[in-house]
């Protein structure tokens, strides 16, 4: 599927510079781009993807360190000039990991984050930093009962995305992602949660109108 797409938006490619040398080319306007070169990858506009990981991590004054797989949507938006790509993200996991401690299970069973990214790209390669909020809820269970709390934190990371497609990209990432403390009744501690994550996904971006890039 993705070979025979690549062929259509390589004879689009062919047909447009033909046209170009056939007659007088008026400016085309992107609506997404700015500043960016009529041959190069477009990584500006809305984009909705996918993402699957696994994460592993630690609760605050206690050993335990849950760990599993993790999935979920995500969706942003990017500016870019030149090489450099600017962009906000937003992302909903659901999460198995879990570890058991002295009779208490610890879960972190969804997270989520709101992040700016920063990068640069080589035509259809984007490297990138990334930044922002993060939001989730830390679950202790014991023969006493089950408690969960939702905390605000923090998170940060790398990532690198690849154009497939002019609308299709896939990316792996990396994210630190912290949760604040809260106290809990079942353990009588203030417990957090550190996690590492890294995921892999794919996006579909929604550049209507946007150049082709290098065949893509």
Not at 123 to 136: I, Q, R, S
């Amino acid at each position: 599927m993705i070979g025979k797409v690549l062929a259509a938006a390589m004879l689009a490619t062919v047909g447009v510079a033909a046209s170009a040398q056939a007659a007088d080319y008026a400016p085309y306007r992107q609506p997404y781009t700015v500043n960016q070169p009529l041959n190069a990858y477009s990584w500006a506009g809305p984009y909705l993807g996918a993402n699957l990981g696994y994460n592993w991590g630690s609760v605050s004054f206690v050993p335990a360190k849950p760990s599993g797989v993790s999935g979920g949507v995500q969706a942003g938006y990017n500016w870019q000039s030149g090489p450099l790509v600017f962009g906000v993200e937003g992302d909903l996991q659901a999460n198995s990991a879990n570890d058991t401690f002295a009779g208490w299970k610890f879960s972190n069973p969804w997270f989520g984050t709101v992040r700016g990214r920063v990068g640069y790209a080589f035509d259809n390669v984007l490297l990138y930093g990334t930044g922002g909020l993060a939001f989730g809820t830390l679950r202790a269970a014991s023969f006493a009962g089950t408690e969960s709390h939702t905390s605000p934190g923090w998170t940060v990371g790398v990532g690198a995305e690849f154009g497939l497609t002019r609308n299709w990209s896939a990316k792996i990432e990396y994210l630190y992602v912290s949760l604040s403390d809260s106290r809990f009744g079942v353990t009588r501690l203030p417990n957090g949660y550190e996690s590492n994550l890294v995921r892999i996904g794919v996006n579909y971006r929604f550049n209507w109108g946007a150049p082709f890039g290098g065949g893509y």
